[in-house]
């Protein structure tokens, strides 16, 4: 009896695949495309959280006047320009017990009645 051949299709189009027995594809865009697929929702949530910290720091980064070292400012200004608390990249706690939160070398430390005094990290 003769094998019958097994018709193989590209995982993303569905063309009928020519070539070699161990190909998956029928092109480097279905490639692409597959793999991309695959990977989007992991992608979209990073996305999402590496555009939260860039707005972060760049709110902080607005607030600190040309210069100064420090600034305060209130939670309400901070939320008004779209500031998410929830994201920071490192916290520092300080020896007086005073914890600093970071997004990337912009932080700031949560001080009384909603105020916040906002920092810059000195390069070492």
């Given at each position: 009896?003769?094998?019958?051949?097994?018709?193989?299709?590209?995982?993303?189009?569905?063309?009928?695949?020519?070539?070699?027995?161990?190909?998956?594809?029928?092109?480097?865009?279905?490639?692409?495309?597959?793999?991309?697929?695959?990977?989007?929702?992991?992608?979209?949530?990073?996305?999402?959280?590496?555009?939260?910290?860039?707005?972060?720091?760049?709110?902080?980064?607005?607030?600190?006047?040309?210069?100064?070292?420090?600034?305060?400012?209130?939670?309400?200004?901070?939320?008004?320009?779209?500031?998410?608390?929830?994201?920071?990249?490192?916290?520092?706690?300080?020896?007086?017990?005073n914890t600093?939160?970071?997004?990337?070398?912009?932080?700031?430390?949560?001080?009384?009645?909603?105020?916040?005094?906002?920092?810059?990290?000195?390069?070492?």
């Amino acid at each position: 009896m003769l094998k019958q051949k097994e018709t193989r299709t590209c995982r993303l189009c569905e063309k009928t695949l020519k070539g070699r027995s161990d190909k998956k594809f029928c092109d480097d865009y279905c490639r692409a495309a597959y793999n991309n697929e695959l990977k989007s929702a992991v992608n979209n949530y990073i996305r999402k959280v590496n555009h939260a910290l860039s707005k972060n720091r760049r709110i902080l980064e607005g607030l600190i006047p040309g210069g100064a070292p420090t600034a305060k400012t209130n939670r309400d200004k901070l939320i008004e320009q779209g500031f998410q608390f929830k994201y920071h990249t490192c916290q520092y706690a300080a020896r007086n017990g005073n914890t600093y939160f970071y997004c990337y070398e912009y932080g700031y430390l949560p001080l009384e009645n909603n105020w916040f005094l906002i920092v810059k990290r000195q390069e070492d």
